[in-house]
């Protein structure tokens, strides 16, 4: 991922290529970035889910745990 600095963008009002050159590149910058923050918005979605599942599957162990010293058994 490229980051863009205020430095960076004084040097390239300094270089020549136009200014219409240097806006579709800022406009690619702008595209990877909403590209990455869309990847990582679905991993975020993907993790929440994960941790909801872990959280259920120990509910279930702690019942089952409970259960059996309810009834008697050794863990």
């Known amino acids: ?31 990877q970035l909403r590209a990455e923050v869309v990847r990582l918005d679905a991993d975020l979605d993907e ?6 599942r872990a959280a259920e599957l120990l ?3 702690y019942e089952e745990l409970g259960a059996r010293r309810s009834a008697g058994e050794a863990p």
């Open 59 to 61: 509910d279930v162990v």
């Open 1 to 31: 991922m490229t980051e863009t600095t205020a430095e960076d963008m004084a040097v390239r009002r300094e270089e020549p290529g136009g200014l219409a050159e240097q806006l579709g590149a800022l406009r690619a910058e702008v595209d």
């Open 47 to 52: 993790s929440r889910r994960l941790n909801l």
